[in-house]
């Protein structure tokens, strides 16, 4: 961690990069499991899904970048490597074998759900530490999640 002129102290900073790091992996992994369902999604239905997987994934990269700036901030480093997003994800893998349309919102539906639910835990962990910054980034990532959660199971009423 780099020194800075911040008024918070190391153990807040330190906490709160752990926390912010873990859910950057997971907006990473979650990321890229938008684009899998994007390129891969068949049927019926494939042009609406297509740009509705293209939509989510776009708002998930701005959850990467306000994750990672704020490591930046807290005097981290932001590790956005392949490696270590494949290590440190704690979302559920892919299946390479998802197909269908239906198929994929099930798969988008429940990552995206537990994505929320994680990050529902580091709002609470984030204001714990008092780091009512990250608190509050956590909390739009928060309600933007359960928004796009909302549009992909709207499709599978």
Known sequence: MYSSHLDISDHVRKGAIALLQARLSDALDLEAQLKQAHW????????????????????????????????TTLGGVADGRVQTTAKNSSLYEYALET?????????????????????????????ELGEADAADIFTEISRATDKLLWFVEAHLA
């Open 40 to 71: 891969n999604v068949k049927g019926r239905d494939f042009q609406q899904l297509h740009e509705l997987f293209d939509k989510v994934h776009d708002e998930i990269e701005e959850f990467v970048d306000l994750l990672a700036e704020r490591i």
């Open 99 to 127: 197909k269908s349309g239906e198929q994929h919102l099930k798969a988008v539906a429940a990552v995206l759900a537990q994505f929320a639910k994680a990050v529902r835990a580091d709002i609470n962990a984030a204001a």
